[in-house]
């Protein structure tokens, strides 16, 4: 099993900038095989709302995708030393607001990155809220 822990979520005023981490732990398969975690995104989910694509990030972080709601504000980034994935987060607004969720592909294999399906593990969630 592969455990993602998030952090770094808050409280902050519209304008301002947050950064979220999220760590692997080191995994293994039921059968004792070594995972190792590949392509890695963030999605979030407001009340009411379903989970929804923030960013995205290749293993080796040539490639990045964006939601156009946060292009040009957020950056992902990720240390593979460390298994850990980043999300920036800057000129912040009260639409931000959400619980934010790491994942994690295993397989090395993603057709399409805003897709949930493609994702085989997720975090737990940090709340990020964002007062006007």
């Not at 009340?47 to 995708?65: C, D, H, L, M, Q």
Request: charged letters at 20%.
């Amino acid at each position: 099993q592969v455990q993602l822990t998030e952090s770094g979520g808050g409280l902050v005023q519209a304008g301002g900038s947050l950064r979220l981490s999220c760590a692997a732990s080191v995994r293994t398969s039921d059968s004792g095989e070594t995972l190792y975690t590949y392509g890695k995104a963030w999605f979030r989910q407001a009340p009411g709302k379903e989970r929804e694509f923030v960013a995205a990030i290749s293993w080796k972080g040539g490639r990045t995708y964006y939601a156009d709601s946060v292009k040009d504000r957020f950056t992902i980034s990720r240390d593979n030393a460390r298994d850990t994935v980043y999300l920036q987060m800057n000129s912040l607004g009260p639409e931000d607001t959400a619980v934010y969720y790491c994942a994690a592909d295993v397989d090395n294999y993603i057709v399409t990155w805003t897709d949930t399906e493609e994702y085989d593990y997720w975090g737990q969630g940090t709340q990020v809220t964002v007062s006007s």
